[in-house]
């Protein structure tokens, strides 16, 4: 058996969602995610918090693995790295991930996949599925808090589940909020710019909220007070560290709020500010119950998304698959096979490097 | 900047292997490894116990990360599987690994290696390293217990560092004997075989102990009782799960024991079979302080070797250099950078499929 590894750099990943055509990944991703959520009670699985390293040298910086293991549907571990230092000093993104597929039964590598877009286009998709339960089904003023790269996604696969007509859109960087409406003219939706003077204007306005900022931690959170809409849903996606806030614990007490993943949402999100009995129903119990949540449609929600790994492991095997079907990608084959799996050398030709007697000296004695 | 990633699938690790000669390889790696272990006091590091997911479905199977991160030598995270299924059901090794190598400073991807050949020569290294320190430097007589894969670099580790005549070669499987000559040929000692009723009589002859056995946890210890040289040195490589033990604890408990990583062997190794007093200096205590433990080397001791990931990030790091200057491998640059970090969709041309309506209703209106 041959077990061939499909590998995916950041221009291969770009490549299949240009061909497959960005709508149509993300349609696809929201209805995977929700699909694989919601039947998660009915195989084995195990998704624990992320672990990893953080150092001060030789720079700050994370080194961090999120895996996720599933009975039906193959395992994934994500290595992602967050290096602040990285823009100035290398001119390179401050996050920066490879996500690895294998195969449950065996082991195998199937897949090898930058993580860069999985990573804006997974988070999306969740705020997307997110609010499909709990956001009020007529929202038709989407706000975006923090113009960044996250902020992209947002605002596309929240336009492709709800009736959005207009996006506000604040961000403290002015370049950032400047270039913010060409990064989202694609779909198709007029963008407003507001100043900070005139932040809680918009928040004021909005029936969505994403905010997907980088403050640093121990400085939020870095919402403002205002006065919400009844039915506000907020997809919190930029805390993911600790004291790294961006809801105020005021506004979250109102709201019902529901984590990805709530053992890490306590310690990297918006969860941090709660108790644990302030916390409500976690990703698959909101879509396991759909149903019981929906009077929520018309209160204040949260959705404190920290990032969970079965969103890494869905993105990256529905990108895997598509990769096949439209022919991109490098089949490298990392587990090629010895011949003898027993003589790790058996890949190697004759032996022409032994020991200076070699050959002259071997002698098997059999005693047996 | 850009990123370049090398990746060295099976074939091209035996091919840089094959290139730059079996016996330099290992002698640098022993080399390197000493040098390693002997100046981690001079830098941060950590190397946590290795972690995992343990599954009984779809099939019995094990997949663990093996994280070692350096202040100075970059980080590495080595993923592998253990699926006991996979000969019989795939004509797939049980263990299957890929060791993944970043820059500490920027997260950034250098290398992704096959782990099959890597693990077997990382293992074979640090038995010799541990041996230089404890071994008798006069040892002639080689004993492998056990001859499957890691046997085979066991025996040409330990004949580089040792003055080896002769190796002694059991195994409870006839075809896995009968085969093991061919395979340990190359290192141009005779091997004598021995069967099973004659086990005894080869371990009262060594010198030096491999033990590399794969025996079902709750089964062992795996040796027999015998009456051992003064001076002889086990490497016990076979134990790295719990209750799967090879050396019997009343040898252990008359022998000095050094653990690889302590914690680590406290719960899969030998040292499972002993308290916390009774367990002798780890790898780096050993190395650090040599001179201290020599007079050890005319008395029994015993290295608990469960596989260390600081093993395996010098390997790693190792043949990735090796490759490079021998031109091998695939540079894959996994982590192509987009031309706006803001826009994850800034790798993809002009949108082709944004939404029904996408050009005409953009309009941008800019409020503040």
Same mark, same amino acid.
């Given at each position: 058996?041959?077990?061939?590894?499909?590998?995916?750099?950041?221009?291969?990943?770009?490549?299949? $969602?240009?061909?497959?055509? !960005?709508?149509?990944?993300?349609? @696809?991703?929201?209805?995977?995610?929700?699909?694989?959520? !919601?039947?998660?009670?009915?195989?084995?699985? /195990?998704?624990?918090?992320?672990?990893?390293?953080?150092?001060?040298?030789?720079?700050?910086?994370?080194?961090?693995?999120?895996?996720?293991?599933?009975?039906?549907?193959?395992?994934?571990?994500?290595?992602?790295?967050?290096?602040?230092?990285?823009?100035?000093?290398?001119?390179?993104?401050?996050?920066?991930?490879?996500?690895? $597929? %294998?195969?449950?039964?065996?082991?195998?590598?199937?897949?090898?996949?930058?993580?860069?877009?999985?990573?804006?286009?997974?988070?999306?998709?969740?705020?997307?599925?997110?609010?499909?339960?709990?956001?009020?089904?007529?929202? +038709?003023?989407?706000?975006?808090?923090?113009?960044?790269?996250?902020?992209?996604?947002?605002? /596309?696969?929240?336009?492709?589940?709800?009736?959005?007509?207009?996006?506000?859109?604040?961000?403290?960087?002015?370049?950032?909020?400047?270039?913010?409406?060409?990064?989202?003219?694609?779909?198709?939706?007029?963008?407003?710019?507001?100043? +900070?003077?005139?932040?809680?204007?918009?928040?004021? !306005?909005?029936?969505?909220?994403?905010?997907?900022?980088?403050?640093?931690? @121990?400085?939020?959170?870095?919402?403002?007070?205002?006065?919400?809409?009844? &039915?506000?849903?907020?997809?919190?996606?930029?805390?993911?560290?600790?004291?790294?806030?961006?809801?105020?614990?005021?506004?979250?007490?109102?709201?019902?709020?529901?984590?990805?993943?709530?053992?890490?949402?306590?310690?990297?999100?918006?969860?941090?500010?709660?108790?644990?009995?302030?916390?409500?129903?976690?990703?698959?119990?909101?879509?396991?119950?759909?149903?019981?949540?929906?009077? &929520?449609?018309?209160?204040?929600?949260? %959705?404190?998304?920290?990032?969970?790994?079965?969103?890494?492991?869905?993105?990256?095997?529905?990108?895997?698959?598509?990769?096949?079907?439209?022919? $991109?990608? /490098?089949?490298?084959?990392?587990?090629?096979?010895?011949?003898?799996?027993?003589?790790?050398?058996?890949?190697?030709?004759?032996?022409?490097?032994?020991?200076?007697?070699?050959?002259?000296?071997?002698?098997?004695?059999?005693?047996?």
């Amino acid at each position: 058996m041959t077990l061939n590894s499909l590998l995916l750099n950041a221009k291969d990943v770009a490549t299949v $969602v240009e061909r497959i055509g !960005r709508d149509s990944v993300m349609d @696809g991703l929201i209805d995977r995610l929700t699909r694989t959520i !919601r039947g998660l009670h009915s195989q084995k699985f /195990q998704a624990p918090e992320r672990a990893g390293f953080s150092y001060e040298e030789p720079e700050w910086g994370l080194l961090e693995w999120m895996p996720a293991y599933f009975q039906n549907d193959g395992t994934t571990v994500k290595l992602v790295g967050y290096h602040p230092g990285n823009p100035e000093a290398r001119n390179l993104p401050s996050v920066l991930s490879t996500i690895c $597929v %294998f195969d449950t039964s065996s082991g195998g590598l199937k897949g090898l996949v930058d993580g860069t877009l999985l990573t804006a286009l997974r988070t999306g998709a969740a705020s997307a599925v997110a609010s499909r339960v709990l956001g009020h089904p007529d929202s +038709t003023t989407l706000g975006i808090f923090g113009c960044g790269a996250q902020s992209v996604t947002q605002a /596309q696969a929240l336009s492709r589940v709800f009736p959005i007509e207009r996006i506000l859109a604040y961000d403290i960087d002015p370049h950032t909020a400047a270039t913010a409406s060409e990064r989202l003219s694609f779909i198709g939706r007029p963008v407003e710019l507001f100043s +900070t003077a005139e932040r809680e204007r918009m928040l004021e !306005r909005c029936d969505i909220l994403c905010t997907c900022t980088s403050a640093e931690p @121990g400085t939020g959170p870095v919402l403002p007070e205002f006065d919400p809409r009844d &039915h506000l849903h907020i997809n919190a996606v930029g805390s993911d560290f600790a004291e790294k806030l961006e809801v105020p614990v005021d506004l979250l007490r109102k709201s019902l709020v529901c984590p990805d993943f709530r053992g890490q949402a306590m310690v990297e999100g918006e969860c941090q500010q709660l108790s644990e009995e302030e916390i409500g129903p976690d990703f698959c119990e909101l879509l396991e119950n759909e149903e019981r949540y929906h009077s &929520h449609r018309s209160s204040l929600t949260v %959705f404190d998304s920290t990032g969970w790994a079965v969103e890494d492991h869905v993105a990256a095997s529905f990108i895997l698959e598509l990769a096949r079907e439209c022919g $991109v990608g /490098q089949d490298v084959s990392l587990d090629n096979i010895a011949p003898d799996p027993k003589d790790p050398y058996s890949m190697l030709g004759n032996p022409t490097a032994a020991s200076p007697a070699s050959g002259s000296r071997v002698a098997v004695v059999t005693t047996s």
